[in-house]
């Protein structure tokens, strides 16, 4: 690294405190940089490479092992080394200075091997939801912003022309320009930050979890249970996730929460991990199995047209509670909730036991939607038994008609095209539920 190149980026962001004291902002803001060229070739790419195609996906023309595919107003590029570099075509942005972040983040997280500048963001922002928190802490800094949009972004002004010089400059002497030295007051400064960032917005409590192992435990719990204050929102479920990871056990400050939930005000979701953390810790277990009961009689969910947590709560009861979960699995079947019904289809045909069978075909022969119904079929066809197998090919309804002529798909015809699809999804989905219920 040209140390004038350095003087030149502090030049830039002169007055912004704090921009290159945390290591984790410094090597997010280079690859930043590097992410721009990345885009910049694409593009480049585009008009040369991609300029006759006329097909929407293939192998790149005279770029070997690279792939591409037009998707919507976008393009994605993927190579070597897991490169994926996508980007979205905007008016007045012909060489790619918009960044979406989520495609930032998808890039940066699947690089295999990831070169040293994305090695170095990782070991301290190793989640979609740490990288995102980094880029929001970026644009209130003013490093990037956008005038029209709080989800894309630009390099701001400042840097317009030092990216990619930036983005060429390699790695050495980044470590010490971005305090990556600073040993322990760094990891203690890390802790800080990340925790300061919850504490400022609940609305980022996701990153809880990826907190564990990194930063002090009794700061975490500390800051996890602050969120119980608050509404009960989503945050005050992953508050909850990072308790359970960190070993903690419920005791009085999760009794007043459980003491506010109400399935006719809130989302399931909070009940739902403070039900699995009491009978996973076997503490308040009358407690959790009231939550259980209660919130899957409440056929309507705040903001839901149904339960979505229907299939949660079968998976709950046949691991902790056997006695419940009959009914609970055949009102997931019957789920108002589609997604409910295909993870709860899709653990019975992992599980394979006589009753699941008997529960799927039972759901089949009641079911009056032929999405549902070939979907339950569908999940049957990975049973072996022969007399189980007769059956649900008996119960498959015939496929939706497709008009000559027709403009679009009714939503049947889609799920009937994505239906084998669909199903394997939703068997890989739920395989942590089945691990837990057979385990190895």
């Not at 072996?384 to 649900?392: F, K, N, R």
């Not at 049947?412 to 699809?421: I, P, S, T």
């Not at 989905?429 to 190895?440: G, K, M, T």
Request: glycine letters at 10%.
């Amino acid at each position: 690294m040209r140390a004038e190149l350095l003087e030149a980026l502090r030049a830039g962001l002169e007055g912004r405190s704090g921009s290159l004291k945390h290591p984790w902002l410094g090597w997010l803001l280079l690859c930043l940089c590097r992410q721009r060229e990345r885009q910049r070739w694409l593009m480049q790419v585009r008009k040369t490479h991609l300029v006759d195609i006329d097909e929407d996906h293939g192998e790149v023309p005279g770029l070997p092992d690279w792939s591409y595919q037009f998707h919507g107003v976008g393009l994605l590029l993927s190579g070597p080394g897991r490169e994926h570099i996508d980007v979205d075509f905007h008016v007045g942005d012909p060489d790619g200075r918009t960044v979406d972040p989520y495609f930032f983040t998808r890039r940066v997280l699947a690089l295999d091997p990831p070169e040293l500048p994305e090695r170095r963001l990782r070991a301290w922002l190793d989640s979609s939801a740490l990288l995102v928190a980094g880029l929001q802490e970026l644009r209130e800094m003013g490093l990037i912003g956008h005038p029209k949009s709080r989800h894309l972004f630009e390099l701001e002004a400042s840097l317009g022309e030092l990216w990619g010089e930036l983005a060429a400059s390699g790695s050495e002497g980044w470590d010490a320009a971005f305090g990556e030295n600073g040993g322990d007051w760094v990891r203690a400064e890390f802790g800080r930050w990340s925790l300061s960032l919850v504490r400022r917005d609940r609305s980022r409590a996701q990153i809880l979890g990826d907190l564990v192992g990194r930063v002090d435990p009794v700061a975490l719990a500390a800051c996890a249970r602050e969120i119980y204050v608050g509404p009960v929102d989503a945050g005050t479920g992953r508050a909850i996730e990072a308790l359970m990871a960190l070993g903690e056990v419920p005791g009085e400050a999760e009794l007043a929460l459980a003491a506010r939930l109400d399935p006719a005000q809130h989302n399931p979701f909070t009940a739902c991990r403070l039900a699995r953390w009491c009978l996973s810790a076997e503490v308040h277990t009358g407690l959790a199995v009231r939550f259980i009961t209660d919130f899957a009689a409440c056929r309507r969910s705040p903001g839901f047209r149904g339960n979505p947590f229907d299939d949660e709560y079968a998976f709950l009861a046949l691991e902790f509670r056997p006695e419940l979960a009959p009914a609970l699995v055949a009102q997931a079947l019957r789920s108002g909730t589609p997604s409910s019904t295909h993870r709860m289809g899709a653990l019975l045909s992992l599980l394979q036991e006589p009753w699941c069978a008997e529960a799927l075909l039972q759901a089949a022969r009641e079911s009056q939607e032929g999405s549902r119904t070939r979907y339950l079929v569908a999940c049957l066809q990975h049973f072996e038994d022969p007399v189980v197998l007769a059956e649900s090919i008996s119960l498959m309804p015939a496929p939706p008609q497709f008009r000559e002529g027709e403009v679009g798909y009714t939503g049947e015809q889609v799920a009937f095209l994505n239906l084998r699809g669909e199903v394997e999804r939703s068997r890989r989905s739920v395989e942590a539920v089945f691990r837990r219920l057979r385990p190895q």
